[in-house]
């Protein structure tokens, strides 16, 4: 809507803004509404940008598996933001490393990492570098410690449930019954 004379409360068309919650003066009014009137349009709301953890889902999610919408989106934040562009790239990379087993590009992906002068990377490299063979061996060899890691979860899991009011002996019974 256009109001083209705005003039306060006891003006016409002062109450219908008035109602809305308007405090301000007409001056006020007409200050903002100058520019518009020159193009005959309102003028519109500014997009709100997406929140962080949108973003964050977007870039860590398979790209297939994202609705048109999110990829147009995420197209959009990436366009926006040249560094973000960069450091999608990187996940998507090491995304392959991991789901591939291809450990022994890790070395060429922490280089190309640090090349590209982006400080937010730099702790997970880092952390990567400090048991780099450990790292390499998880991301080429097929095995994994996943059914240890799974039983110890299942025992921690029990153990609270029983809020610390048996012995170990009744723990010990209640872990080898619940198989």
């Known amino acids: 809507m256009l109001i083209s004379n705005y003039g306060g409360v006891d003006q016409p068309g002062g109450e219908e803004i008035s109602a809305q919650g308007h405090r301000g003066s007409a001056g006020t009014v007409r200050t903002h509404l100058r520019p518009f009137r020159a193009l005959g349009t309102a003028p519109l ?4 940008p997406p929140k962080v953890r949108h973003v964050t889902s977007w870039l860590l999610r398979h ?15 990436l366009a926006r933001c040249p560094d ?3 450091v999608a790239g990187h996940i ?11 450990g022994e590009r890790l070395h060429e992906w922490i280089a ?10 730099y702790s997970f490299t880092a952390g990567l570098k400090s048991d780099l063979d ?7 060899l097929p095995h994994n410690s996943g059914a240890v890691e799974g039983n110890v ?12 009011r048996a012995s ?3 723990l010990r019974k209640r872990v080898l019954l619940v198989r």
Do not use: C, W
């Not at 709301?45 to 709100?48: G, Q």
């Not at 190309?112 to 990377?121: F, H, I, T």
């Open 45 to 48: 709301p500014a997009p709100t």
């Open 63 to 77: 790209p297939d598996s994202l609705h048109a919408d999110d990829q147009l989106k995420l197209k959009q934040v």
């Open 84 to 86: 973000l562009d960069a």
């Open 92 to 102: 998507t990379t090491f995304a392959e490393i991991m789901s591939g087993l291809h």
């Open 112 to 121: 190309k990492v640090e090349a590209d002068q982006l400080p937010d990377l």
């Open 134 to 140: 450990a790292v390499v061996n998880g991301l080429t």
């Open 153 to 164: 979860n299942r025992i921690k899991m029990l153990k609270r449930q029983m809020y610390g």
């Open 168 to 170: 170990f002996d009744l």
